[in-house]
């Protein structure tokens, strides 16, 4: 903890020495052209690897959940940056999101050949083709092999494509033969339209795209072409070049059509000819013995005093530990200066990576610091008393804000979004499968037939993170969690004005009233709307098309908020209503998991809403109370149920009866409580051991004994299951989800230690914290939009075609590459 030199210090400033030099070094070589590059090799994950390098040959299939995610094909993690994906026979030149992808029938790993083969078929045209990868030179070759030509209907349409990040070549070049060319910033190539008898259906014959009735489509012309091109020349790091041995490479935006596109290079498959029917040479540049930078994960919003403090630094498997790290403060001078220095421990490896721990607990001296490790020091973050007390506002003042439904919201000179929805809705045709997951039976199980108008629903409600759809299921668990915070903590906060009347909602503007309150209101007002004009609530309500579906921007604009009119021609309006069938549809199958669910929800805001909006909370209840009763009896009657969706939704019985009792302290409620629980945490114990933990205040002391027992097994489950990772948090390694299942298992670790201190200490809690703000795998970003000092910068909300964010706004998971 001081200035003064130590014998780890000068070894330390030694090695930073050699360390610089070796950079120098291999920099030298690469501009001399003199190479010492490995060639790539296949290793027991079964991709090739070579330092700077590796090579996946569908270690990733698409799998349909988001169609195209660009997480398939053959892909190649560049110097640490998973910056080319997609790597397949794909049927256009720059394939959106919902096109057709290839399903990978069969994956043949020769160790003796060094290869990997690959039998790739299109369903709808009968087409196989495979793809092999092997390695040549300093790069790999792919061939592509038909054993039948290209059907008829794809001559001049199948093709190889591989795909690069755009943001990994803004600022840089290519060369098509030799000419020089720049990565467009932004889209701005050539596109043709085409007639829709030449278009390839997308998936399940949805269109991303609105023709205005006009019949056709656009498809991209290319930048470039020629037999080689090279992305990035300037850029060893980005460098790949690919030659062709027979027809062009050619080089794609796929921006124009979709915001989500990447540059692609691509080649068509020849007419009439079977065999090896396309080779390319691919050649991404390696830098010699390259080492990826660690990652030193820490918290970006700094840490108490009192609490542990670990950073987890992420390695290179080819990477050696040192020895010591240490931490620099502020001083009253205003420099930093070294002090604490401590040894750093190896934990092992995880994933793809080599994970060590440095510990700098013993430090309780409020102040602003940084992390040095070997010559690279992390950005500064503070050790402060405070350092929790305003970082959930950004959340509570914005983004709660602009994902309110049916309003007009409002910040400063900003409008996010004008009133969306005023059309909503209609009742879901039957028997309908909707492209993001809903699903209409047989029956309506509502008194309105299909397609008809349902009233009074343009009230209330937040978007879908992402897209602009009402989730009901969602909705209900915001709801459980904002009365949870008014309950513990009594949120009072008021930043934000919201008037229910005239829709309109603005940011950083108090009106007297606590903003989580008016939250809570807002939330219920849809659900309230959903069982007072539906009968029940609703599984969601979402626009019936793809074109609208891929909506960014102002959601005011998804639909034209005028009620369709089937009298006018689509595109017609009488300026009250429209001949175009946009309006969104209501999924009204009724399940007794998600009345239950809604009835807990209710319950608890009507609590919440008592003093505030007593109107709204006796509805509240009322409706509570009435969607319990009606499921209760529902269940009486229905078959035995295993299907997916209902194990899933176990347990809601048990959630709507606690919220109920913990309301009205009616004793039929609790013996309903207490008849479940104690089989349900018998069953599954993780997810039912939030609702357990709400009802202790409200019971007796023998039911908090007997809970005890419960917490004890959670803590020794969760202790294993989580000494998997250097983290010691919940990570999800599928994909879409990370962030929210942290997020509650430190919650549910809160409420533990609230009621048994001696069971969970508070690191439970903060660890889950420090994972979220900054101490998780591939970076140390936060992932809480504009918390902590470094958050992302580009996140997946409604405004990510800006490139940008919404503050408040949690990053859903770490993507490990
Ligand atoms: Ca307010
Ligand atoms: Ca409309």
Redesign the pocket.
């Known amino acids: 903890m001081s200035k003064h030199y130590t014998i780890s210090e000068d070894i330390f400033r030694f090695k930073r020495v050699l360390c610089n030099k070796g950079v120098l070094f291999f920099c030298f070589l690469s501009i001399s052209g003199v190479s010492f590059s490995q060639s790539l090799k296949l290793n027991e994950k079964d991709y090739f690897e070579t330092p700077g390098l590796d090579v996946w040959v569908f270690n990733n299939e698409y799998n349909g959940m988001f169609f195209d995610e660009k997480t398939a094909g053959i892909e190649f993690i560049h110097h640490g940056v998973r910056t080319v994906t997609g790597g397949a026979i794909r049927l256009q030149n720059t394939p959106e999101q919902w096109d057709l992808i290839p399903k990978m029938t069969s994956r043949k790993i020769d160790k003796k050949t060094n290869t990997i083969e690959v039998t790739l078929r299109y369903e709808e045209f009968n087409f196989d083709s495979k793809v092999a990868v092997t390695p040549q030179g300093k790069g790999f070759l792919i061939t592509v092999l038909l054993d039948k030509a290209v059907p008829k209907e794809l001559e001049g349409r199948a093709g190889f494509n591989l795909e690069f990040l755009p943001t990994s070549y803004f600022e840089s070049n290519y060369l098509a033969d030799g000419k020089a060319g720049t990565f467009p910033r932004y889209p701005a190539g050539d596109t043709q339209t085409l007639p829709l008898s030449q278009k390839i259906q997308q998936f399940s014959k949805h269109t991303t795209f609105d023709d205005r009735g006009r019949k056709e489509f656009i498809a991209t012309l290319p930048l470039a072409s020629g037999k080689t091109l090279i992305f990035a020349p300037e850029n060893p790091e980005r460098t790949v070049k690919i030659q062709s041995e027979g027809t062009d490479v050619m080089l794609f935006d796929g921006r124009n059509l979709g915001q989500n596109g990447w540059f692609i290079a691509r080649s068509i498959l020849p007419s009439n000819k079977t065999g090896k029917v396309l080779t390319w040479y691919v050649e991404p540049n390696a830098i010699p013995n390259w080492l990826r930078k660690p990652v030193i994960g820490f918290s970006q919003v700094g840490y108490m005093p009192g609490q542990n403090k670990v950073a987890v630094i992420e390695l290179d498997k080819n990477d050696k530990v040192l020895t010591t790290a240490s931490v620099f403060r502020l001083d009253k001078a205003g420099e930093f200066v070294e002090y604490f220095r401590k040894d750093v421990k190896f934990w092992g490896t995880y994933l793809r990576y080599n994970y060590a721990q440095f510990d700098f607990s013993a430090i309780n001296e409020e102040g602003l610091y940084y992390i040095q490790y070997g010559n690279q020091q992390t950005n500064t973050f503070q050790i402060e008393d405070d350092v929790y007390a305003k970082i959930w506002q950004p959340t509570m003042d914005v983004w709660f804000p602009v994902q309110m439904d049916h309003m007009e919201v409002n910040e400063a000179y900003r409008v996010w979004h004008g009133k969306p929805f005023l059309d909503d809705c209609m009742q879901a045709p039957l028997n309908h499968e909707h492209f993001d997951g809903y699903k209409q039976g047989s029956t309506t199980d509502t008194k309105y037939k299909p397609l008809e108008r349902i009233p009074g629903m343009a009230v209330g409600g937040w978007f879908d993170a992402g897209d602009f759809d009402i989730q009901t299921f969602s909705h209900v668990s915001v709801i459980n969690s904002f009365v949870e915070s008014w309950e513990a903590f009594k949120v009072t906060?008021?930043?934000?004005?919201?008037d229910q009347k005239t829709q309109f909602v603005d940011i950083h503007?108090?009106?007297?009233?606590?903003?989580i309150l008016?939250q809570i209101e807002h939330g219920v007002l849809n659900l309230v709307a959903q069982v007072e004009n539906i009968g029940h609530p609703v599984r969601g309500i979402i626009v019936p098309n793809l074109h609208q579906y891929h909506h960014l921007g102002d959601a005011s604009t998804e639909t034209d908020n005028l009620p369709y009119n089937a009298s006018l021609k689509p595109f017609e309006s009488n300026g009250t209503s429209s001949g175009t069938m946009d309006d969104r549809w209501a999924f009204t199958n009724r399940t007794s998991f998600l009345d239950y669910r809604t009835s807990g929800a209710l319950a608890g805001a009507s609590r919440a809403l008592r003093g505030y909006n007593n109107k709204l909370s006796d509805k509240c209840l009322a409706i509570a109370a009435k969607l319990t009763a009606e499921a209760l009896e529902i269940e009486k009657n229905a078959k035995p149920d295993n299907s997916p969706m209902s194990r899933w939704g176990k347990g809601s019985d048990m959630i709507a009866m606690v919220q109920l009792y913990l309301t009205t302290k009616d004793e039929r409620y609790k013996k309903g409580f207490l008849d479940r629980i104690w089989k349900l945490l018998d069953e599954n114990l993780e997810p039912n051991m939030n609702a357990a933990l709400l009802a202790v205040p409200a019971m007796d002391d023998s039911y908090k004994t007997k809970l005890r027992g419960y917490a004890i097994k959670y803590k020794e489950k969760i202790d294993k299951d989580n000494a998997d990772n250097p983290y010691a948090v919940p990570v999800i390694k599928r994909g879409w989800g990370g962030s929210s299942q942290v997020i509650n298992w430190a919650s549910t670790n809160y409420y533990i230690h609230k009621i048994y201190p001696d069971i969970i200490d508070k690191e439970y809690v903060y660890r889950g914290l420090n994972y979220i703000f900054g101490c998780h795998p591939y970076s140390n970003l936060s992932f809480v939009n504009a918390v902590g000092n470094r958050s992302k910068k580009v996140a997946y909300g409604g405004n990510r075609a800006d490139f940008t964010t919404i503050a408040g706004g949690v990053v859903p998971r770490a993507y490990f590459s």
């Not at 906060?493 to 919201?498: A, I």
């Not at 503007?509 to 903003?515: E, I």
């Open positions: 906060r008021d930043e934000t004005y919201v503007r108090p009106d007297g009233q606590p903003d008016q």
